[in-house]
T-cell receptor, first 114, second 112 residues
Framework: GAGVSQSPSNKVTEKGKDVELRCDPI?????LYWYRQSLGQGLEFLIY????????KSGLPSDRFSAERTGGSVSTLTIQRTQQEDSAVYLC????????????FGPGTRLLVL | DQQVKQNSPSLSVQEGRISILNCDYT??????FLWYKKYPAEGPTFLIS?????DKNEDGRFTVFLNKSAKHLSLHIVPSQPGDSAVYFC???????????FGKGTLLTVNP
C-alpha cells in the first residue's frame, strides 16, 4: 500500500511569512508524528497525535508552531512568522498505534527561510 | 543532553566486507531500539529493530546487537554492498514514551 506522503517536497519562503506543511499517514495508522532535522543534526521530535486523544505538543520549539490532525488522518503543521532558524527538513511519520511501534516516515518537506 | 549518540559521523568500507555501525545511549528507560537508513532527499526507511529483552536480532544481511549493561548497540551489515551507502540513524524509545530519540547519524560509504 501507499506510504506516508508529504507536501510540498520543497518550500522556500521569506522570513516573517507563514507556511503550512501537509502529511498523509499510512491508511489505518492511528498515530502520527512530526519531527524535524536541522543541518547536521539528528531528528528532533515536535508533536504526536494518537487517535482522538489530545496531542503531545511538548516538542514544539515555540508558540509559532502548531499542528492539527483532521478526521484522524491528514495532519497540517503550521509555522507562523517564519525565522531563518526554522530552515530544516520536516518529517512526518505514522505507526499502527501508540507505544512501542515502528514508525514509518514520509519523504519530508525541505523548508528554507530566506 | 544527547541521549542517543553515534560517535562516528562517517564510515567507509570495501564492498563485500563487514560494516559495523555503533550507537550508545544514556537513558536507562529506553527499551526499544531501531535503525533507520536514509538516502539523500528521502525520508528515513526502517531497517531493523530490537527489544531490550533480546541481545540480537537478525534480518538477512543486517544484524543488530544490544549490550544493555554497556548501553550500546551496533548494526552489522554483511556483506556490504554499494547500495548500502546512506546515512544510518540509531533511534530509541521506551516505557510509555512513544517519542523516538535519534542519534545524529553515520554516513556509510561502501566502495566498489
Amino acid at each position: 500500500g501507499a506510504g506516508v506522503s508529504q507536501s510540498p517536497s520543497n518550500k522556500v519562503t521569506e522570513k516573517g511569512k507563514d507556511v503550512e506543511l501537509r502529511c498523509d499517514p499510512i491508511s489505518g495508522h492511528t498515530a502520527l508524528y512530526w519531527y524535524r532535522q536541522s543541518l547536521g543534526q539528528g531528528l528532533e521530535f515536535l508533536i504526536y497525535f494518537q487517535g482522538n486523544s489530545a496531542p503531545d505538543k511538548s516538542g514544539l520549539p515555540s508558540d509559532r508552531f502548531s499542528a492539527e490532525r483532521t478526521g484522524g488522518s491528514v495532519s497540517t503543521l503550521t509555522i507562523q512568522r517564519t525565522q531563518q532558524e526554522d530552515s530544516a527538513v520536516y518529517l512526518c511519520a505514522s505507526s499502527l498505534g501508540a507505544g512501542i511501534e515502528t514508525q514509518y516516515f514520509g519523504p519530508g518537506t525541505r523548508l528554507l527561510v530566506l | 543532553d544527547q541521549q542517543v549518540k553515534q560517535n562516528s559521523p562517517s564510515l567507509s568500507v570495501q564492498e563485500g566486507r563487514i560494516s559495523i555501525l555503533n550507537c550508545d545511549y544514556t537513558n536507562s528507560m529506553f527499551d526499544y531500539f531501531l535503525w533507520y537508513k536514509k538516502y539523500p532527499a528521502e525520508g528515513p526507511t526502517f531497517l531493523i529493530s530490537i527489544s531490550s529483552i533480546k541481545d540480537k536480532n537478525e534480518d538477512g544481511r543486517f544484524t543488530v546487537f544490544l549490550n544493555k549493561s554497556a548501553k550500546h548497540l551496533s548494526l552489522h551489515i554483511v556483506p556490504s554492498q554499494p547500495g548500502d551507502s546512506a546515512v544510518y540513524f540509531c533511534a530509541a524509545n521506551g516505557g510509555s514514551n512513544y517519542k523516538l530519540t535519534f542519534g545524529k547519524g553515520t554516513l556509510l560509504t561502501v566502495n566498489p
